[in-house]
């Protein structure tokens, strides 16, 4: 076995040089007989394969054994021809086979030949034809159940990527089938002409070289080419037979054999019915002893299975009792109630069309594209996404939950569309006021026949499955802080110590442990910043945590570091108009800042708090009367803690340092936040 494949490579390279070079005589006979072995060994490998990627190099196989077959058959044929022989196998076979009859062997040789042809050949043919196309065809929705699955929970990534592989296995195996099918029909129109030349050829030899009668020329080389296609022609029957249950097995765990008696001996009724027709067709005309022979086997298996199956049920009924309420009793059956999805989406009956893929529903497919969005726009890896249908909820309701917990609610009108006015259209649409789920923005439900117009006015219009799809990704976008833990963390950082082992095994376990990387983590994703670029923020962990482990002030560094991602984020227009704080401002926030060995907090009187917040409210509300997104900028030491601040007011407030702006950014300041 060690040197198999070497094996192998010269096989194929002897089956060649045996086309061209004759072989010796006792050869033939030791190649033809191993010729039979080797069909054999692949029609059993093939009857008790239990799937047809078991038997995956079949289409390889089946090219090689027909090239040795028509090797044996030229050389055969070259004995034949030249000196009237082909090996003691050969004359066995003929002899058997022709009974002493050479017109009666004849015709039942070219019945075999026919019937390896026409019938199995030819329907192996079709059937690998048919099959690799309905495979080629059913790919896309294997691929989606698989996602579906993945998405689902019920397999995880390793298995998804498993049956991904098979499925492209099946494909490319069933496609290598349709084509190596061919060289088995190839195999028997060559046979069939190679029988034709042997018979003409050899009697006009016979007659006109070696002087022989016509008749014991017609006998001698009928003999003779009878036993050279049946050598050749019973192991490619077996190969034929073979390709035909490989092409025809359908999904299933067990063997052929297995299959065959359990399906077809497994029902009692069946047995007693057919018995019973057997013996009327006893009592006719047509032989009576055979008849009810079979009637009687018949009515015997029929009782048998019948006694079998009410054992079983007999047995099975209070076991299944009895375990059920000992699975109860388990105290560890507990334990399945105690786990929490990270992300569920509960929705009511009336919203199940959009994620059944049956009735056209593509939310599945929606699903995937979110996690592919999160980890392109976050760096995370988004968790299962648990999708359940609730009949407590209102049937067009849905809801969404993070770690158990209800975060948001939505409704969808089925067959309806929302329809968002950008601002500045000034005609009115028919339909239904709402508020647009994920933004809160004013939008109405519009029929059908109401969308057209809408797009052509200039209307943003948006389908269900979008609705839900962008309320879900936005929720998740707020929340991704929350579904960062540290097995994530560690997926993360071990696809970074693929490529950069030195940098990893630098910072963790020596100078940061996992939980400080995973706050750090945390801490940026709060706040909107994208953990895509983990070289950078591990670098910057690396340099920095040996002058403090105090994981806010090392979120402060990475952001430095992260600087120009970060402007790029979140400043998309120049010169940028932001709102800065007054000097006295920042230094009243940073001799308020507190330490302990817990970490640093700011301590300020309530009534500065709360001119603070007004003067606050006050510039953010004179930058969005500008149509600009609220911006403030600080100076590093104080972002942090004027963050915190500013969050008792509003949570998506944006608040920059000085240091995280690109230098060539134009920075307008339009306001600033004095006590």
Partial sequence: MKYGDVLVALGIIFIVIMIILPMPLGLVDILLS???????????????????????????????????????????????????????????????????????????????????????????????????????????????AIDADLNAGLIDD?????????VQREADFYGAMDGASKFVKGDAIAGIIITIIDIIAGFIIGVTIQGLAFTEAIQKYTL????????????ALLISTATGIIVTRSASEETLGKDL???????????????????????????TIPFLLLSAIFLFLGYTLRNQLLEAAAVDIPDEVEEATEEKRKPENVMPLLNVDPIELEFGYGILPLADASQGGDLFDRLVMIRRQCALELGIIVPMIRLRDNIQ??????????????????????????????????EELEGIDTVEPAFGLPAKWINEEERERAEILGFTV?????????????????????????????????????NHPVLVDELIPNLLGLGDVQKVLKNLLKEGVSIRNMVTILETLADYAGITRDTDMLTEYVRQALGRSITKQFITSEPAKVI?????????????????????YISMDPDIVQKIMNSLSHELNKLINLGEQPIVITAPIVRLYFKRLSEQLTSDLIVLSYNEVDPSIQIQSVGTVSI
């Fill in 393 to 426: 909820l209102e049937p067009n309701q849905y809801i969404i939950k993070i770690k158990g917990v209800e975060i948001a609610v939505g409704d969808i009108i089925f067959d309806h569309y929302l329809a968002m006015n950008p601002g500045m259209i000034d």
């Fill in 34 to 144: 191993f010729n039979i072995a080797l069909s054999l060994l692949i029609l059993l490998i093939s009857m008790f394969a239990k799937n047809t990627l078991d038997f995956s190099i079949f289409p390889s196989i089946l090219l090689i054994t027909t090239l040795y077959r028509l090797a044996l058959n030229i050389t055969t044929t070259r004995y034949i021809l030249s000196q009237g022989t082909a090996g003691s196998l050969v004359e066995t076979f003929g002899m058997f086979a022709m009974g002493g009859d050479a017109i009666i062997g004849f015709i039942i040789f070219i019945i075999i030949v026919l019937v390896q042809f026409l019938v199995i050949t030819k329907g192996s043919e079709r059937v690998s034809e048919v099959a690799a196309r309905f495979t080629l065809d059913a790919m896309p929705g294997k691929q989606m």
């Fill in 462 to 498: 948006v389908d269900p499955p979008s609705i839900i799809a962008t309320h879900l990704t936005e929720i998740i976008k707020r929340h991704a802080y929350e579904l960062l833990g540290r097995q994530d963390v560690q997926k993360l950082i071990d696809n970074v110590k693929e």
């Fill in 580 to 600: 800065t704080l007054d000097r006295n401002l920042e230094e009243n926030i940073m001799e308020s800042i507190q330490q302990t060995e817990s970490g640093t």
């Fill in 261 to 287: 008696i359990d399906q077809l001996f497994n029902q009692p009724k069946v047995m007693f019915i057919l018995s019973g027709v057997l013996f009327l067709m006893a009592l006719t005309p047509l032989p």
């Fill in 224 to 235: 003779l080419t009878v036993g050279d296609g049946l050598a050749n022609q019973i192991p």
């Fill in 158 to 166: 390793a298995e998804a990527r498993e049956r991904r592989k098979d």
